[in-house]
């Protein structure tokens, strides 16, 4: 038996039963054994866990319950590929099994796909998958929210905006060539730049054709980590960026600093560039008021729209991945003077596989100074891999009511 996540209608936290063994497909192990260190809380000495938090009357504990072999199965390998970074396959191995099962009625498969769905903005799946859901199980589906980027812009049109998120490293490949295509279909689009570690030419290339393209066309980009780009790709000029092919990572990043409408830093760069190359730099376009308006960052949202509750809690944002530990450090240092800490994950669209490790010293570390811990609104995907690793073993999940 495996267990999976839904409603707790109870006041009082439940204890959570002992975790099912974690079974991921071959296919989704292959993709980790390489990069994927032992767990971290393998090693670590047992933890006398404090007494759990109370939720607030508006939320509920998330409660572990048993499923199916085959539904457990398909959730914990769609986890794994999701935590991967691989959504495609995710979204392939939960829409196969509710194709296999159409009798089964374990929800969730269901819900995982819901916010798979939501993540990606893909608001089309997700109302077929609304429908599919009132027929089978016989009552309302989850509610379609607004991503909060959208929800608190007024410079982007939320009809248009479409959601393209990068992986660790920027090379050659169909997600790149998307950024092309961008220049040809829709208005509005969001670049997820966060996860980018690292760079090759060929995707420098790929990227500053892209969005150059989609500059010259009035295209309303926002690049979403923008900033990290910009630090990972002078990281790979200031190491080896002197050659005649390496030219294409100073071009990426001059098109980076249009974008930003940092034309000081572009100067600066120019003069770089002239004495490195003995050639003149690209000459500074200005951007259209809409395109820069369009990396304006949105306000900080208000609780209602982050997910959070009125009472205070510490928000994590994006992808919690290895380049996450400024995060992890603000953290601990939110919770030094704390004996109840509420960590808000209403933002953040995945956990990096190789990130939990790090992310549960963060919490065993709390739990050690007599701390208690909860994790409200983490999404469904991210709740499966907390299952998985035991997460829930140092926190307690919550998620509000009206869920």
Same mark, same amino acid.
């Given at each position: 038996m495996f267990s999976f996540l839904r409603k707790s209608k109870q006041a009082e936290p439940a204890p959570a039963p002992a975790r099912a063994p974690i079974k991921p497909a071959p296919a989704a192990v292959a993709s980790v054994a390489a990069r994927q260190p032992e767990p971290q809380h393998a090693s670590t000495p047992i933890v006398e866990t404090p007494p759990a938090a109370e939720p607030q009357p508006s939320?509920?504990?998330?409660?572990?319950?048993?499923?199916?072999?085959?539904?457990?199965?398909?959730?914990?390998?769609?986890?794994?590929?999701?935590?991967?970074?691989?959504?495609?396959?995710?979204?392939?191995?939960?829409?196969?099994?509710?194709?296999?099962?159409?009798?089964?009625?374990?929800?969730?498969?269901?819900?995982?796909?819901?916010?798979?769905?939501? +993540?990606?903005?893909?608001?089309?799946?997700?109302d077929e998958l609304s429908m599919q859901f009132v027929v089978r199980f016989e009552r309302s589906a989850p509610i379609w929210k607004m991503p909060a980027a959208v929800a608190t812009s007024t410079n982007v049109d939320p009809t248009q905006k479409d959601l393209l998120t990068l992986g660790s490293k920027l090379?050659?490949?169909?997600?790149?060539?998307?950024?092309?295509?961008?220049?040809?279909?829709?208005?509005?689009?969001?670049?997820?730049?966060?996860?980018?570690?690292? +760079?090759?030419?060929?995707?420098?290339?790929?990227?500053?054709?892209?969005?150059?393209?989609?500059?010259?066309?009035?295209?309303?980009?926002?690049?979403?980590? +923008?900033?990290?780009?910009?630090e990972v790709v002078k990281k790979q000029i200031a190491a080896d960026g002197h050659g005649d092919e390496d030219r294409l990572a100073w071009l990426l990043l001059f098109e980076l600093y249009q974008w930003?409408?940092?034309?000081?830093?572009?100067e600066d760069l120019a003069i770089e560039y002239a004495v490195n190359f003995e050639i003149s730099p690209p000459a500074w376009e200005a951007l259209k008021p809409a395109q820069v308006a369009a990396q304006a960052k949105p306000p900080t949202p208000s609780p209602d729209v982050a997910g959070a509750e009125s009472c205070e809690c510490f928000a994590m944002r994006g992808v919690i991945s290895e380049a996450s530990q400024s995060q992890l450090q603000d953290l601990s240092n939110y919770a030094a003077d704390k004996q109840e800490i509420r960590i808000s994950l209403a933002e953040v669209t995945r956990v990096d596989f190789v990130a939990v490790g790090n992310f549960m010293s963060a919490l065993i570390n709390l739990t050690q100074a007599g701390k208690k811990v909860l994790i409200l609104e983490a999404n469904e995907m991210v709740q499966a891999l907390f299952l998985m690793m035991g997460v829930s073993e140092f926190a307690t999940l919550i998620r509000k009511k009206s869920r």
């Open positions: 939320e509920e504990v998330v409660v572990f319950e048993s499923i199916s072999a085959e539904a457990g199965s398909a959730v914990e390998e769609a986890a794994v590929y999701y935590a991967n970074n691989m959504a495609d396959q995710a979204l392939a191995t939960l829409s196969q099994y509710l194709h296999d099962h159409p009798e089964k009625k374990e929800m969730q498969p269901w819900l995982m796909l819901f916010d798979l769905y939501q +993540v990606q903005n893909n608001k089309p799946a997700f090379a050659a490949g169909p997600q790149l060539e998307k950024i092309c295509q961008l220049a040809q279909g829709a208005n509005n689009a969001r670049v997820n730049l966060r996860d980018v570690v690292s +760079v090759e030419l060929s995707g420098c290339k790929l990227m500053q054709e892209g969005l150059s393209s989609c500059r010259k066309r009035g295209k309303l980009l926002q690049l979403e980590g +923008v900033d990290r780009l910009i930003l409408g940092s034309e000081a830093e572009y």
